[in-house]
């Protein structure tokens, strides 16, 4: 059953902590994205990879970070650096075929303490 | 990225064809048109994609002008599922992974029955 995991569903985070939300996906995809949503917005661009090993910022990458050792994952860890984190994070996935679309996570609440 | 603009909201009863512009009067030539949808707390689904005149597939049209620079999406038959919030987006779409997708606030339509 091929698709994109997040996990968790909801996270917490304690003033000053790291926390890293896992996304996964098994489409076989080169690239991978990760979006912020603020509640009634539409979604802000973190950081993407284009490739393993390899990453580039986003539109909002101050206080978040991120790594692509495998095809399949691109976690992504907010900071105590990002000092409003309570959002909507989606990741995506893409294939480089012409003209594929991204394909979307279920998401990860994360909520501050 | 080409900038678009949608209605914030629209209201449609069950059963009837429901379409949705959007504007984008700078439109790149390489640019594409791609629609998606929202439901709460889930990620965004690809719903159609087209360049010029007419898209349609199972579940939407798209119709765009010679112009280009505005676009509609069409659902017929709508039901109270089709209760969503529908991004329009433009722009490139990469070989290489590196497009940035731009989410404005979207057009959120209410189904009513």
């Known amino acids: 059953d091929g698709g994109i995991t997040q996990s968790p569903k909801y996270l917490f985070r304690k003033e000053g902590q790291n926390v890293t939300l896992s996304c996964e996906q098994n489409?076989?995809?080169?690239?991978m994205y990760w979006y912020r949503q603020d509640p009634g917005q539409g979604l802000r661009l973190i950081y993407y990879s284009q490739i393993v090993n390899d990453f580039q910022k986003g539109d909002i990458a101050e206080g978040y970070s991120v790594s692509r050792e495998k095809k399949e994952s691109f976690p992504l860890t907010v900071t105590s650096a990002q000092k409003n984190p309570t959002a909507f994070y989606l990741c995506a996935s893409k294939s480089h075929e012409a003209r594929e679309t991204q394909y979307f996570g279920p998401g990860t609440r994360l909520l501050v303490l | 990225l080409a900038k678009t603009t949608q209605p914030i909201s629209m209201d449609s009863y069950e059963g009837q064809e429901v379409n949705i512009t959007c504007s984008h009067n700078?439109?790149?030539?390489?640019?594409?048109i791609t629609w998606y949808q929202q439901f709460p707390s889930q990620g965004p689904r690809f719903i159609i994609q087209g360049y010029k005149t007419k898209v349609t597939n199972e579940v939407a049209s798209l119709f765009i002008p010679a112009d280009r620079k505005s676009s509609t999406l069409s659902l017929p038959r709508v039901s109270l599922s089709d209760t969503a919030v529908y991004y329009c987006l433009v722009g490139t779409i990469s070989n290489f992974g590196n497009e940035k997708l731009t989410f404005g606030t979207g057009t959120r339509l209410t189904i009513i029955p």
């Open positions: 700078n439109i790149a030539t390489n640019d594409y």
């Open positions: 489409l076989n995809h080169d690239a």
